[in-house]
């Protein structure tokens, strides 16, 4: 690994938590620019280290820093949105694998979206098993997809959109940079 690489990873690890303090309440959860971050990580690092970024942003947070939405610590794995800080690693490197080195703007949004899916098949169950299963509130499907879902989803279309903009432009002008 590089000190470039060294330094745009540590980069972003420290962006979702500025992007978790920029938020939109919306019930339960909060609309953030995490997933954007994610996305970028994924696009602009490549899907190993994107991952990697991610993956130390939420060990960081599990560890005690607080730099989730609503703090850190180990106790984070209780809160019903915790599934979705877990789904940004495994998003950033699908969406690094997906967008690849020279990514367009119609492959950002392919990319993307398959993040986002993954960010909801993780993300949605994990908070199905805390309220349900934990918490013992009995959230029908309907419920929980009102909660957790349907209302980000004109908001996530936005930070798709803003990928497939930024992404590929970027990428553009890392390659001018020695690596």
Same mark, same amino acid.
């Given at each position: 690994?590089?000190?470039?690489?060294?330094?745009?990873?540590?980069?972003?690890?420290?962006?979702?938590?500025?992007?978790?303090?920029?938020?939109?309440?919306?019930?339960?959860?909060?609309?953030?620019?995490?997933?954007?971050?994610?996305?970028?990580?994924?696009?602009?690092?490549?899907?190993?280290?994107?991952?990697?970024?991610?993956?130390?942003?939420?060990?960081?947070?599990?560890?005690?820093?607080?730099?989730?939405?609503?703090?850190?610590?180990?106790?984070?794995?209780?809160?019903?949105?915790?599934?979705?800080?877990?789904?940004?690693?495994?998003?950033?490197?699908?969406?690094?694998?997906?967008?690849?080195?020279?990514?367009?703007?119609?492959?950002?949004?392919?990319? %993307?979206?398959?993040?986002?899916?993954?960010?909801?098949?993780?993300?949605?169950?994990?908070?199905?098993?805390?309220?349900?299963?934990?918490?013992?509130?009995?959230?029908?499907?309907?419920?929980?997809?009102?909660?957790? %879902?349907?209302?980000?989803?004109?908001?996530?279309?936005?930070?798709?959109?803003?990928?497939?903009?930024? %992404?590929?432009?970027?990428?553009?002008?890392?390659?001018?940079?020695?690596?």
């Amino acid at each position: 690994m590089t000190a470039r690489k060294l330094v745009y990873v540590a980069l972003f690890a420290a962006l979702p938590a500025a992007a978790a303090f920029l938020r939109l309440p919306l019930g339960m959860v909060s609309v953030t620019a995490q997933f954007l971050v994610t996305a970028m990580a994924g696009a602009l690092l490549g899907g190993k280290w994107g991952a990697v970024s991610q993956g130390v942003y939420v060990a960081l947070g599990l560890l005690g820093l607080p730099i989730f939405t609503m703090g850190g610590g180990i106790g984070y794995v209780l809160q019903p949105t915790f599934g979705f800080l877990l789904a940004l690693t495994p998003a950033a490197w699908v969406i690094g694998h997906v967008a690849g080195v020279q990514a367009t703007p119609r492959r950002m949004v392919v990319a %993307c979206l398959a993040g986002l899916a993954l960010l909801y098949a993780v993300g949605l169950p994990y908070m199905a098993l805390i309220l349900n299963g934990y918490l013992r509130q009995n959230l029908p499907f309907s419920r929980l997809m009102m909660v957790g %879902c349907l209302p980000f989803l004109p908001f996530d279309a936005v930070k798709v959109l803003l990928a497939a903009i930024v %992404c590929p432009a970027v990428q553009r002008r890392l390659r001018h940079i020695a690596p």
